[in-house]
DNA sequence: GTCGTGACGGTTGAA
DNA sequence: TCTTCAACCGTCACG
């Protein structure tokens, strides 16, 4: 078994077979290729595979998202007992009617949408196997007596919240050619754990907004919560979208993250580290570096409950970060090949105006993306340049 | 050299 | 609790 700590690419990348790269990689790619960086230098630059640019910058496109779709999970059964009960009633109406009739009358009747009507092979096994024989329709009925009343048919978009169309243009943002533009997902307000403003994703907070209500981090996500977050809980893409995405997706997400992020031998961590992967430092005497303490981070050291443990012992970590053994504030010498992933845009994002949901410009974090050896040997290029062009790339 | 695409091996979570 | 299955993932190779 592939240890939990990943695999290096062709380009000396750090990845986890089978798991999304981190939130914080896939935005930087949406970011760099709306700064008309092509995609085979943020490949390179980034160490992720081209393929890969590319199919997060296709659903970008599409979805208006970053985020990763839902993983796990079983496609939800058409054939409700609503679903059932209309064929039964279609069939007993005209008994030579065609199962292409029948699906074609869940459509026209709303029983069914495009997306959970049952195929015509369905509809054949459902009349062949429940309807067929007329003569258990009394044993049907005096089931269907002792059963609550069936459920309204979920849409299929109900449990997978693939964005629809009319969604994902209402998220897309449009920009004209040639003009960098704020992803939607960096423009949200901030409403965590339902915003995917850059601040968010990132878990980067303003010193302004946590000087408002120092006492008060961030919506404490308990473990116990998330670990009870799936696809049972997705809810339609009305409620709560978030730029193609709806809650439901942010709560696979942030499930997702405590997964990766956890903190080892349940040492107490940043709370708001939590969610800056690179910026992990989950020891017990290591306090919050100076810019988090400047922001207060220091007061809320929090303890993690550890909750998931590869077979060896070792925490189960995805693509990011290798806690247990990056200490704390790698210098780049010192950074473990997770580290390949982060990007240096410590001075990129403290440079190129991007501006909080609320107007207040991004506390830079020292630590929450530290040097890369992804940018080794172009870091020179990059002295003094406080802007990523193309050139300085 | 760049980019889209499909195969592949892997993870995940509902049933 | 375990297994199955179908969704997703990123990498790689090919054209």
Known sequence: MEPAFGEVNQLGGVFVNGRPLPNAIRLRIVELAQLGIRPCDISRQLRVSHGCVSKILARYNETGSILPGAIGGSKPRVTTPTVVKHIRTYKQRDPGIFAWEIRDRLLADGV????????????????????????????????????????????????????????????????????????????????????????????????????????????????????????????????????????????????????????????????????????????????????HMASGHSTRMKLIKKVREAPNGLPAVSSFVSAPAMPPYATPAQVSPYMTYSATPSSYMASHGWQHAGGTPLSPHSCDIPASLAFKGMQTAREGSHSVTASAL
């Open 112 to 291: 069914c949408d495009k997306y959970n009507v049952p195929s015509v092979s369905s509809i054949s096994r459902i009349l062949r196997n429940k309807i067929g024989n007329l003569s258990q329709q009394s044993h049907y009925e005096s089931y269907k007596q002792h059963q609550p009343p069936p459920q309204p048919a979920l849409s299929y978009n109900h449990i997978y919240p693939y964005p629809s169309p009319i969604a994902a243009a209402g998220a897309k943002v449009s920009t004209p050619p040639g003009v960098p533009a704020i992803p939607s997902t960096m423009a949200m307000p901030r409403t965590w754990p339902s915003s995917h403003s850059v601040t968010d994703i990132l878990g980067i907070r303003s010193i302004t907004d946590q000087a408002v209500n120092d006492t008060s981090p961030y919506p404490s996500p308990k473990v116990e919560e998330w670990s009870s977050l799936g696809r049972n809980s997705f809810h339609p893409p009305t409620q709560h979208a978030v730029n193609g995405l709806e809650k439901s997706s942010l709560e696979q997400e942030a499930k997702y993250s405590q997964v990766i992020w956890m903190a080892p031998n349940s040492n107490p961590i940043c709370e708001t580290c939590l969610f800056l992967a690179t910026c992990f430092h989950g020891q017990n005497t290591v306090p919050c570096p100076p810019t």
